[in-house]
């Protein structure tokens, strides 16, 4: 049987305005948000990032993402772009170098997924001294979780 796993790019820039906020962070307590982008015939393409305005809902080891604070967030974006991107998945930190999806990520995933169909999550651990690892997962209708690798594109 032949799996397919999708294709996903990454604007360049936003990746660039991710790395800024995870940097921002030092790691010291996890973070995330939604993505924002395009999907057809089995490629995504991520536009956008949110981020939240502050980290009251993190500590070391748990992020609570603000739902009515990203959607804020998400039409703010929304507006930037002529053909607007659609939430295609959420991110989060952890402080950890361990870059599987946790209990609670899976639980959430799957609310994410009776809601909107296939979705993408990635989970960003630190990688060295200076460096990050994305490890992106893709969610299928189905509930299967894939792995996946990113591509950057400008």
Known sequence: MNIFIPKIIVKETAYTKLLKHIY??????????ILLGYSCLQIFYVTA???PRH??????MTFI??????MEEMEKVRKKFRFPPKLIGVWHSHTTD???????DKESNEV?????????SFIITQKG???????????SRKRTIHLCKCKYNK
């Open 24 to 33: 921002d962070t030092d790691f010291q307590y996890e973070t995330g948000g």
């Open 49 to 51: 990032f949110t981020f």
């Open 55 to 60: 980290s009251k809902n993190a500590t070391k």
């Open 65 to 70: 993402l603000n739902g009515e604070e990203h």
């Open 98 to 104: 361990d870059s599987s999806l946790s209990f609670q």
């Open 112 to 120: 994410l997924v009776s809601q909107f169909g296939e979705i993408l």
């Open 129 to 139: 001294v200076d460096g990050i690892q994305l490890t992106a997962y893709y969610i």
